[in-house]
Every structure is written in C-alpha cells, then in structure tokens.
C-alpha cells in the first residue's frame, strides 16, 4: 500500500511538472537560449518583458530570427528614449551585446549563403576580369547555361582586346554579389562570337568559388558630409570633440569598423586621422588610420580606406543602429518616406546617393573609381597638398576655404 500511494505522489509531481512546463514552455525555451548565447539572467529578464511589449507568439525567435532581434532592439531604443536613459552605461551594454550578436548571426547567414559554382550565377551579374598582361577589364554574364556567355569585356567603355585575342586565355573573375560578399574564380576562354547581336566571350564554368570578402563588419553606403583631421601627436585624447572646422570629405559607405572616404587630390596611405561628422542628429567622432588609397588622376580624386582603431560605445551603437537600419516606428515612417522621395529623383542624383533598400550592398573596394561625373568642389582644399606637407603644418589647422562645403555634381 505504501508503494502504491508514492506511486501515486510520484505521479501527481510529474503531471504537475508537465503541466507548469507546459505554461511555461516559452518562457523556459526563452532563457535557456539566451543564457547559452551569453545574455545574463538580468538581461534576459529585460529582453522577455520586451518580447512581451511586442506580443511576440515565440519570444525565443529574438534569438532565433533577425527580424525579431531588430524589432526588440528598436523597442529597447524607443523605450530608452522614452525614459531619458537611452546613454546610460546599462542601456549600451545592452546594445552592444545585442548588436555583437546580431552582427554574428549576419555573418552565420552570409556563410549559408555562399556559392560553390559559377553555374548558380544570375544573368546581369556584373564581373571584372583581370586578363594577364592587359589589365583589369569590365563585364557582365549575357547568359549562364553549359557555358558561360558574357559580353565583351571593356576597359572604360571601350573594346580594347578583340574577342579572337581572349580564346584559349586564362582569366580570373572577380564579383560582388549583393547581400553576401565578394567571389572571385579562374577559368578558360574556348570562344568567342555574338550574342542578341551584340560581341560575346564563352568561358568555362568553375566549381572553385573562393569567397574572398567574409565581412568583420556589416558597412552602408552613405553620401555624410566629415571633417577630416590628421593626428601627429602620439598621445591622442580620444574624449576630445573638435570645434574648428576640418578638411571637408564625403563618406560613401561606413561601419562600426571604418568607412570609405572621398577626398579632393591624391591621398597617402598610413596616416592618423580623425572623422567628425553628424549621423541622425548624432555626433560620431573616429580615430584611426588609412589603410590603402585609390587614386582617378582624370578627376583629382582618392577613395580612402580608413579603419576604425577607436570610436566611443555609444556611438558605435549609433553607427551600427544606422547600418542596420533600426529606427522606433514613428521614426522609420519619416525615414521611408524621406527613402521614397529619394528614389523617385534618383535618376537625378549622383551614383553614390542610395536608398536605404540598397545599403547591403558594397562596392568592389580594390577597382579604380570609374564615376567621373562625380567631382568635388574646386574650393574644397587639396587634400593631396595637406597630406603630403602634413609635417610642416600645425594639427587641425585650415585654410579659410576648409569652410566651403563640399558638393557633387
């Protein structure tokens, strides 16, 4: 009989078990998740009351689903916002962890979404070509079947090797296809000839994709106007806001990481800057160094690549809640139609004036600048000349033109 009756008991505290786990399944499944992707117990209980606030049906998706992770960031931001606390330490930490770990599920995506065939390629895929001996070429698939047609490749527009001088030559292929990264593979010109009448080159296909572009850092392209400063002393103060105005620049695309600056003249590699620059009604300040230079002597340009080696948490947090696109609701219904507005005279707008629907995608960053219709503004001071006599002039000094502002036309 007692047998029986523990029996019974045991029974009854299982069934009990069941039935609270059953109530509180999500929840259960909720913080397991996020306790074994590094969140803390106190964090997970701010992160469920907002997966409340946002009615989610599965409340473990925000670890799970971007869509819900952006949804829960913006509500933290909204809500932080609300309640004057959107620049406490609590609330950065937060964000930067939520951020870090977006950023990691971004990449895990990119890695599925890689290719291993050149077969699986689209037609109008842009390529560039790097022919031995003759230099880099530009071109796009016409049509991808057994083999590979393209259209003739063109240096700046023109037809500078004759398709009968491509057969039997051994090419590499670079692209860059949107929302994952760069490829690039080597193949074999068997032929050449036309193509809905116009001159094409038949390649073989490849099955050797190297993805040569596995991002650290997700970038959008932008059209920010910056002031530039070059840094000489070997103490940097890195809580110091510049008041006077610096050399004029374009930023065309940034990242938590670095961006990617447009300067007048001929850029240096290897110097210490600072970027200030206003981001949603935000000031950003960045520390770091340009890493290479891309010069179009045609129009006095460079493209700097610039890494970022410092930047404040709580703008980083701005940079990347831009990146990502992340606004409270009422925000992001000005922001579209503000988007709206853009496409709609964008056939007006310079090339490097983008949507945010565009933002994921990245330039080929190692190519020459092609967009000569694009020139900064004559009064805009030489940066070529500031970079090149930087050791004879004072740190943040400027010219009365640095105040000009800076155009594209």
């Known amino acids: 009989m007692p047998v029986i009756i523990a029996s019974a008991i045991a029974v009854l505290i299982l069934l009990l078990l069941a039935k609270l786990y059953s109530l509180n399944k999500n929840r259960i499944n909720f913080f397991v998740e996020g306790l074994d992707q590094g969140f803390t117990f106190a964090e997970l209980t701010l ?47 937060l964000l930067s962890k939520l951020y870090t770990f977006r950023n990691r599920i971004e990449k ?20 560039r070509i790097i022919l031995p001996g003759k230099g880099v070429f530009t071109s796009e698939i016409v049509n991808n079947g057994r083999e590979m047609t393209i259209r003739i490749p063109t240096q700046k527009g023109a037809i500078t090797v004759e398709g009968q001088e491509w057969i039997g030559k051994s090419i590499s292929v670079y692209l860059w296809r949107k ?115 891309e010069y179009n002597a045609e129009i006095n340009q460079s493209r700097l690549h610039f890494e970022c080696i410092h930047i404040d948490k709580t703008m980083r947090n701005q940079v990347l809640s831009y990146v990502y696109n992340i606004l409270p609701e009422k925000e992001k219904e000005i922001y579209d139609a503000i988007s709206m507005d853009e496409d709609e005279v964008s056939s007006d707008l310079p090339t490097d004036s983008v949507s945010a629907e565009s933002k994921s995608e990245e330039p080929i960053e190692t190519l020459p600048l092609e967009d000569s219709g694009s020139t900064l503004n004559d009064s805009i001071l030489d940066t070529d000349e500031v970079l090149k006599n930087k050791d004879n002039i004072p740190d943040n000094s400027v010219t009365d033109d640095s105040d000009d502002d800076l155009s594209v036309i």
């Open 47 to 93: 992160l469920w009351k907002v997966s409340q606030n946002c009615k989610m049906d599965q409340p473990v998706s925000i670890f799970l689903s971007m869509p819900s992770l952006t949804r829960a960031i913006s509500s933290i931001k909204s809500q932080a916002e609300s309640e004057g606390s959107a620049n406490s330490a609590k609330n950065q930490n």
């Open 108 to 127: 895990e995506a990119d890695k599925k979404r890689g290719l291993e065939s050149s077969k699986s390629l689209s037609n109008g895929q842009k390529l």
């Open 179 to 293: 929302g994952d990264a760069r490829y690039v593979f080597d193949t074999k010109v068997n032929g050449n000839g036309i193509f809905l009448g116009k001159p094409a080159l038949f390649i073989e296909h490849s099955n050797n994709l190297i993805r040569t572009q596995k991002r650290n850092a997700i970038r959008a392209k932008c059209h920010i106007i910056c002031n530039m400063y070059i840094l000489q002393t070997q103490v940097i103060d890195y809580n110091s806001v510049e008041t006077k105005p610096g050399y004029k620049c374009l930023l065309e695309d940034i990242s938590e990481n670095g961006a990617l600056i447009r300067i007048g003249g001929k850029g240096m590699p290897n110097i210490q800057i600072r970027l200030q620059y206003q981001l949603d009604g935000h000031l950003i300040v960045m520390f770091g160094v340009v890493r290479t230079v």
